[in-house]
């Protein structure tokens, strides 16, 4: 008797730890990048006879995975390289 009482609350238990544990699989968003950029560098460049100074930014890619089901997806965007020229 102690025994089937213990496997009920068991089955009990377990029945709401599988509902916790679910997994939802929603959309995942669009590819971004990061607002700032992670790293700057400068050098002088010549651009039609004339001497700039070109600032780069580089930044970084935010990458989304999701791994529901049999077919996992991610959507990620490129790293750009953002150019400035300073006269």
């Known amino acids: 008797m102690q025994l089937l009482r213990c496997f009920s609350i068991f089955s009990v238990i377990a029945s709401v730890l599988a509902q ?8 995942i968003p669009s590819p971004t990048l990061e607002s700032t950029p ?8 010549l651009a039609n ?11 970084k890619s935010v990458t989304f995975v999701s791994n529901c089901g049999s077919h ?3 959507t990620s965007k ?6 400035q ?3």
Not at 20 to 27: A, K, P, S, V, Y
Not at 39 to 45: E, M, P, V
Not at 49 to 59: D, I, L
């Open 49 to 59: 006879g004339k001497a700039m100074q070109g600032v780069f930014e580089y930044y």
């Open 38 to 45: 992670y790293s700057l560098s400068t050098t002088t460049i």
């Open 72 to 74: 996992p997806s991610t």
């Open 20 to 27: 916790e544990l679910t997994t939802i699989c929603e959309q």
């Open 78 to 83: 490129g790293s750009p390289i953002n150019t």
């Open 85 to 87: 020229y300073v006269f």
